[in-house]
Nanobody, 123 residues
Framework: QVQLVESGGGLVQAGGSLRLSCAAS????????MGWFRQAPGKEREFVAV????????YYANSVKGRFAISRDNAKNTVYLQMNSLKPEDTAVYYC????????????????WGQGTQVTVSS
């Protein structure tokens, strides 16, 4: 079992920044690819970013590429999502998730999920 707890969400004006954190406990954090997903009201959950276990390779949704950055600190069992140049359309509940197999943009392939943190971007 892996427990994930997100933090860092909040209300920010368009153009602003936020950094989300996801603290993991339980099994060896470094064995898991870590992803961020988001879900806006009335919409399906969508992929945001993922970071691999080994070489730290990162992948992003086109909608956030160049604005968001995912990173991980295996010593602290934490994954981060730095969000810059935020837009109102980034408003959503953001979830972190752990994947025991490989990096993936498909939420169905993730094994563990956090409870989510709300990000609201005002125009």
């Amino acid at each position: 079992q892996v427990q994930l707890v997100e933090s860092g969400g909040g209300l920010v004006q368009a153009g602003g920044s936020l950094r989300l954190s996801c603290a993991a406990s339980g099994r060896t954090f470094s064995n898991y690819a870590m992803g961020w997903f988001r879900q806006a009201p009335g919409k399906e959950r969508e992929f945001v970013a993922v970071i691999s276990t080994s070489d730290g390779s990162t992948y992003y949704a086109n909608s956030v590429k160049g604005r968001f950055a995912i990173s991980r600190d295996n010593a602290k069992n934490t994954v981060y999502l730095q969000m810059n140049s935020l837009k109102p359309e980034d408003t959503a509940v953001y979830y972190c998730a752990a994947n025991a197999r490989d990096v993936s943009s498909r939420w169905g392939e993730y094994d563990y999920w956090g409870q989510g943190t709300q990000v609201t971007v005002s125009s």
